[in-house]
């Protein structure tokens, strides 16, 4: 595919006009000003239009999806105990299928292209996202509190069998990471076993750390340390790691996650809406760690708007600590974009650059919310919206193209996404 005459964001996150972009395959195959030589079959002119990455989502729960509006107004720990897990209960195959189907059609729709997941019914999330064409990272989330062997224990054996069996499945496109669901749902031994095998076979460790003040305090007053620390000092940053939320993380734990290459996803919307607070982004990116962004569920965010998303990220920030240049707009889309697919393991995405995935999303920036035009990165973060994209392509695939999903029966997800909901809410 060729993309002509269309302005970019570069390697660098410049905007460059009147570009050429080629894909061949999987791949970014040619970036440059002048029209390359070959046949490149379908050809797409990008006047008024800007080409950029595509978004990587780096923590959600797809599933959930069917709980969008269902739980509301409620504090952290009510809504989770009052509200979703008894809903979660009586989930079954169809319903996550079609609420990870749905995800994906709603995050292709604003430009994702890849979600971080952490949650269960594995096989059908991961169904559900080949179907889809676009990609994930898919964790078993490990909530265990026995006194046994943890490997005696049916969700550890789901999760071992889960990495063995689909890892790399989908041409490569899902990932299988393991996952720690937090310090305040495990005994230590599981989170103990659980760590040692994520280093033993080298996935990415997935977590949520210090999402609330409560969940952060009460880990000090169990064992005299703080979540990012207990988890430092049981391996579990040992490999690759993406920690969810860290909104109440203090003092060493910032050099921790640093030391260790820990990848944090920063939860605007979620973390506001539940009030669970601001995550200290501009500490986080002033040490050098790797931030990126994550919508969180549905459930408590209601939307995978990514440029919403983005604008809240840099915007929490300026207001929480009282500094207007707390987080730039360029940050914000390297956090939304490059930062995620590192935070995914995916090393070759996150950037317009030959020899990279062809991750990209079109946006249409010939429109009124976009005049005038003082500063493009400016109006990417504070005006554009998610529906501003016309085009979201995942490894070298069109998945999404002015209102037409390319491998989505969207009518029939809806649908299906609907009649799951009914069936549970009249089990409960």
């Keep these: 595919m060729l993309f002509n005459n269309v302005k970019i964001l570069d390697e660098d996150f410049n905007l460059r006009d009147n570009m050429y972009v080629t894909t061949e395959d999987d791949r970014i195959v040619y970036v440059g000003d002048s029209m390359p030589r070959g046949d490149y079959g379908d050809i797409r002119d990008g006047k008024g239009k800007l080409l950029m990455p595509a978004f990587h989502n780096a923590h959600g729960h797809s599933p959930m999806a069917l709980l969008r509006g269902y739980a509301e107004n409620m504090t952290l720990q009510d809504w989770l105990f009052n509200k979703v897990f008894p809903f979660e209960d009586k989930l079954n195959s169809n319903a996550v299928y079609w609420g990870t189907l749905l995800t994906m059609a709603e995050g292709m729709r604003f430009g994702i292209v890849s979600h971080s997941d952490m949650y269960y019914f594995l096989d059908d999330m991961v169904r559900a996202t080949d179907d889809s064409g676009c990609k994930a990272n898919i964790s078993r989330a490990i909530t265990e509190f026995g006194d046994g062997d943890p490997w005696e224990t049916v969700r550890l054996k789901e999760m071992k069998d889960t990495y063995e069996r689909l890892n790399g499945a989908a041409d490569g496109r899902v990932k299988i990471d393991i996952s720690i669901h937090a310090e305040y749902t495990n005994s230590l031994r599981a989170m103990q076993a659980v760590a040692d095998y994520c280093n033993q076979v080298g996935s990415i460790m997935h977590i949520h750390v210090s999402e609330t003040q409560s969940e952060h305090e009460e880990c000090k007053k169990k064992y005299g340390k703080t979540p990012v620390r207990l988890f430092n000092d049981i391996g579990a940053f040992d490999s690759p790691a993406l920690a969810a939320h860290c909104v109440w993380i203090e003092g060493e734990d910032f050099d921790i996650l640093k030391e260790k290459g820990v990848s944090v996803a920063s939860n605007p919307i979620s973390n506001m809406k539940l009030a669970s607070g601001v995550a200290n982004v501009p500490e986080m990116l002033r040490r050098g760690i790797n931030v990126a962004i994550g919508t969180d569920s549905v459930a408590s965010n209601n939307s995978l708007n990514f440029f919403e998303e983005m604008k ?27 930062a995620g697919a590192i935070a995914q393991g995916r090393l070759d995405s996150g950037l317009i650059k030959e020899g990279f995935k062809a ?12 005049f005038p035009v003082h500063d493009l990165l400016n109006n990417l973060v504070y005006s554009a919206s998610g529906t501003d994209v016309v085009m979201t392509m995942s490894d070298g695939k069109v998945v999404y193209e002015n209102g037409e999903y390319k491998f989505i029966d969207i009518e029939k997800t809806i649908f299906e996404a609907q009649a799951a909901t009914k069936d549970i809410l009249a089990r409960l």
């Design 312 to 338: 809240i990220f840099a915007m929490a920030s300026k207001m929480y600590y009282h500094d207007p240049t707390a987080v730039t707009p360029r940050e914000a889309l390297y956090a939304a974009t490059r």
């Design 359 to 370: 991750d990209l999303i079109m946006v249409d920036i010939n429109q009124p919310n976009m």
